[in-house]
């Protein structure tokens, strides 16, 4: 089959912009700070950065190789690179695509919900127990449903006038929101207490491997890792963008912006007397406590609420956009589809497929973590292994842009070698754990 010229993005910004945008997201605010709240405060914190230098950003640098290389989406790039025998795992990162997506899309229905409650009516003090309404049944379809269409009208738009365009203009807008909004907290009273249980670092509280779990899950679910959506966006890419630097580049914003998310939210829980809600954080955290925070603050509340739900849409929008992509590509450079064919078609697939999570946030929970410790955390595995021992001269195709740099060989020995030890470690915890999350859902 010949291969159509591939569109590629119109600037570095353009590419920037979107891979920030893919990593920048509900997983930043909504999972961040529930993670961290549930893992005890700072010293998860400290562990996430961590991971996200160790781990983390060598297997971005390793997917933007692959995918720029290859200049194909992931099934056939894995193929080109690793032969036949890859084909099952470009497969369970496109089955990873469709999963996060399908429960991803609900949540940012909730958030769609909420900003609309807080444009219109403003919160009153109830809404912290309407939670589950608001987040379960038809309502929580719909609105996922209308999040899902926007995903695909702009996926459907291509990479120049689709994905970069919406990135170029939202990316910005993100950032000056929660910059605007962490400043704004600063001034609230219980900030100070709220930074303290946010900042100081009691690490007796991350000696166990559960945390260590939970923090590179984070890592890699903000990092968009372990499923090939930064791979599809750096096919996109021509061999003269400098790799190793747009891989610090989208981890420092990526990290960034996760800690000024937490600059705002813990000092909003604190400044409301909200802390007991933190200790029994669930993945409703942030659509419970907050909202009775902004409720709690008068008019001021409202501003405030609409800007926070509007930072939570943005980042929500342009990473759903990375996950359909992933889908997409992959069904364009598989089956032959048009752009618009196949995002309308899987587009329609993945809502229907993200029923069982509008209508139960249990089931969601569960599927979130089959989605980051299985798929995410075992893709990562394989990608390292893959770059690391199978792809033949990764290196010479990090040198394209790059020249100059010597390091390298440490990037490679460090996937072949220490990324798959810590990963499989990792591992022991994360399958047992995730197959006790199954069974108790199966027995409630
Ligand atoms: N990185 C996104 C977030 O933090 O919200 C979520 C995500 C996007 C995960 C794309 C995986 C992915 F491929």
Avoid at 33 to 46: D, H, K, R, W
Avoid at 247 to 261: G, H, K, L, R, T
Avoid at 418 to 432: E, R, T
Wanted: proline fraction near 3%; include cysteine; aromatic fraction near 12%.
């Amino acid at each position: 089959m010949s291969i159509k010229p591939r569109e590629h993005w119109s600037s570095r910004t353009g590419f920037v912009m979107a891979a920030v945008g893919s990593a920048v997201g509900l997983g930043n605010m909504w999972r961040f700070s529930y993670l961290t709240a549930e893992n005890g405060g700072a010293a998860f914190v400290v562990l996430y950065l961590v991971v996200t230098l160790l781990v983390g950003l060598p297997i971005l640098l390793a997917e933007l190789v692959v995918g720029r290389g290859s200049q194909r989406s992931p099934i056939r790039a894995l193929v080109h690179f690793g032969g036949r025998a890859w084909t099952p795992l470009g497969f369970v990162f496109v089955a990873a695509g469709f999963l996060i997506l399908s429960y991803y899309s609900v949540i940012a229905g909730w958030t769609l919900r909420y900003a609309g409650i807080v444009l219109f009516s403003g919160f009153d003090a109830t809404i912290a127990d309407r939670f589950e309404d608001v987040a379960s049944g038809w309502d929580a379809f719909a609105f996922h449903l209308l999040f899902m269409a926007v995903t695909v009208a702009i996926v459907a738009g291509g990479i120049k006038s689709g994905i970069e365009r919406s990135a170029i203009v939202l990316i910005p807008a993100l950032v000056l929101i929660v910059c605007g909004l962490a400043l704004y907290a600063a001034t609230l009273d219980g900030a100070t207490q709220g930074y303290a249980y946010y900042l100081d670092t009691d690490f007796s509280k991350i000696r166990s491997l559960r945390v260590l779990k939970d923090a590179t899950g984070q890592a890699f679910f903000s990092l968009s890792l372990g499923m090939g959506a930064m791979l599809t966006y750096a096919s996109y890419l021509g061999r003269d963008h400098h790799l190793p630097n747009e891989s610090v580049v989208i981890a420092s914003a990526d990290m960034a912006i996760a800690f000024i998310a937490g600059l705002v939210v813990f000092p909003l829980i604190f400044a409301l007397g909200l802390s007991d809600e933190v200790g029994g954080s669930t993945v409703g955290a942030l659509f419970i406590t907050l909202p009775h925070a902004f409720a709690g603050m008068g008019a001021i509340g409202r501003v405030v609420g609409i800007l926070f739900f509007a930072a939570l849409i943005v980042g929500a929008l342009t990473s759903a956009i990375s996950l359909l992509e992933v889908v997409v590509a992959s069904a364009i450079d598989g089956l032959g589809w048009s752009r618009h064919r196949a995002a309308w078609v899987m587009g329609i697939a993945i809502a229907v497929l993200g029923a069982p999570s509008a209508w139960s946030t249990e089931v969601l929970g569960v599927i979130d973590q089959i989605a980051n410790n299985l798929f995410l955390l075992g893709g990562g595995l394989a990608l390292a292994l893959f770059v690391g021992w199978v792809m033949k001269d990764p290196i010479a195709e990090v040198r394209a842009g790059a020249e100059g740099i010597r390091w390298f060989f440490l990037w490679r020995t460090f996937l072949r070698f220490a990324v798959p030890v810590g990963l499989g470690f990792v591992l022991l915890q994360a399958v047992p754990d995730t197959w006790n999350a199954v069974v108790k859902l199966f027995e409630s």
